[in-house]
Nanobody, 127 residues
Framework: QVQLVESGGGLVQAGGSLRLSCAFS????????MGWFRQTPGKEREFVAA?????????????YYADSVKGRFTISGDNAKNTVYLQMNSLKIEDTGVYFCAARRFGPTMTDDYNYWGQGTQVTVSS
């Protein structure tokens, strides 16, 4: 059974940065696509970023981003640590929400069709 544990959330001023981490356990990490989603009260969960591990095949990962975070957020992973990261720069108030890590067999998707989810970590961006 896959387990995902997020960390790194917190309170930050607009324009600041945070790095979220998602520790993956229970299966071979490199076989999964990993995604980050966020949710705010009254809104549906929305896609933020995803990564498809290609490191074991040709050494290149494929990443996907929501338009709202392109150029500001970076998703990456450390295969040796079974951890995926979300580096968030130039944060805006509208980035506030609970951020969830998710894992999907056979690669990521920008929909919420993932097999496993973490418990979420709160990110609050203040003015």
């Amino acid at each position: 059974q896959v387990q995902l544990v997020e960390s790194g959330g917190g309170l930050v001023q607009a324009g600041g940065s945070l790095r979220l981490s998602c520790a993956f356990s229970g299966r071979t990490f490199s076989g999964y696509g990993m995604g980050w989603f966020r949710q705010t009260p009254g809104k549906e969960r929305e896609f933020v970023a995803a990564i498809h591990w290609r490191a074991a095949i040709n050494g290149r990962d494929i990443t996907y981003y929501a338009d709202s975070v392109k150029g500001r957020f970076t998703i990456s992973g450390d295969n040796a640590k079974n951890t995926v990261y979300l580096q968030m720069n130039s944060l805006k108030i509208e980035d506030t929400g609970v951020y969830f890590c998710a894992a999907r067999r056979f690669g990521p998707t920008m929909t919420d069709d993932y097999n496993y989810w973490g418990q979420g970590t709160q990110v609050t961006v203040s003015s």
